[in-house]
């Protein structure tokens, strides 16, 4: 009974620690110019608070134009499911010298973990190339064009 207990206990241990999440509540302030309205200019200001917060997590940036349309309301608490931005809290509101800055508490679960470089990589062809003046290849250490630029194609490539 205890090893079936241990078993247990170890496992759900595991399950634990593997499936935990990394949520961060970041403060920042985001800054509007006052043009035409406060409430445009505090639109303005909560969503250069998010670009910020997001940018800075390493969350996705392009996902921060599916939270625009919901941020116009006049609401100090904003909660979102199945996004990264999950709860936005409205902090301190403050109009200096024709700006308008907002102090957010934004929480954030960040789903990318790296850059997803395999969706850029992109070929190119180098074909034979004439040197005119032999002294800017010995310059630059390159005797053999052709094969330089191979050899550093493939090393990129690893």
């Not at 910020?52 to 499911?81: C, H, M, R, W």
């Not at 200096?96 to 850059?115: E, F, V, W």
């Not at 032999?134 to 330089?148: F, K, T, W």
Request: include cysteine; charge should be neutral; proline fraction near 2%.
């Amino acid at each position: 009974m205890k090893k079936i207990i241990s078993y247990l206990f170890s496992i759900s241990s595991l399950i634990t620690i593997s499936f935990s999440a990394h949520a961060s509540w970041y403060e920042v302030t985001g800054t509007a110019a006052i043009v035409s309205s406060e409430e445009s200019a505090r639109v303005h200001a909560l969503e250069d608070a998010v670009y910020k917060a997001v940018q800075f997590s390493g969350a996705d940036i392009g996902s921060i134009s599916n939270l625009t349309p919901y941020l116009d309301a006049s609401k100090k608490e904003f909660q979102f499911t199945n996004h990264e931005v999950r709860y936005i809290l409205v902090d301190k509101v403050k109009t200096r010298g024709g700006n308008l800055m907002i102090t957010a508490r934004i929480d954030i679960y960040p789903s990318a973990n790296a850059c997803h470089e395999s969706q850029y990589k992109k070929t190119f062809l180098v074909g034979n190339i004439d040197v005119t003046s032999p002294q800017q290849a010995v310059m630059g250490r390159i005797y053999n064009i052709g094969e330089a630029a191979h050899e550093k194609r493939e090393s990129v490539s690893r």
